[in-house]
């Protein structure tokens, strides 16, 4: 899964920032006599630009974050 998302100025002329998601997940199932189980691997992330008020960009607003999962269902 990948989206960016444009952001607009709203009515108190500010206007968040751009941003882009990204995540996948991987499985594998394996199925048994009486059971089956399916281990899962998985990132996302997120890239958010700078915010902006009254055309002047907000300091510290700009950012990233990555996760990593995995489970055995």
């Known amino acids: 899964m990948v989206n960016y ?3 607009t100025e709203n009515d108190k ?3 968040f920032g751009n ?3 990204y995540a996948s997940t991987l499985f ?3 199925e048994k006599n009486h059971f089956s189980y399916a281990p899962q691997l998985g990132i996302a992330g997120e ?6 008020q009254r055309g002047q ?3 510290g607003t700009a950012g990233d974050i990555f996760w990593g999962n995995w489970e055995l269902r």
């Open 5 to 7: 998302v444009i952001k």
């Open 13 to 15: 002329s500010y206007r």
């Open 19 to 21: 941003q882009f998601n």
């Open 28 to 30: 594998y199932l394996v």
């Open 47 to 52: 890239l958010y630009e700078d915010n902006y």
């Open 57 to 59: 960009k907000v300091r």
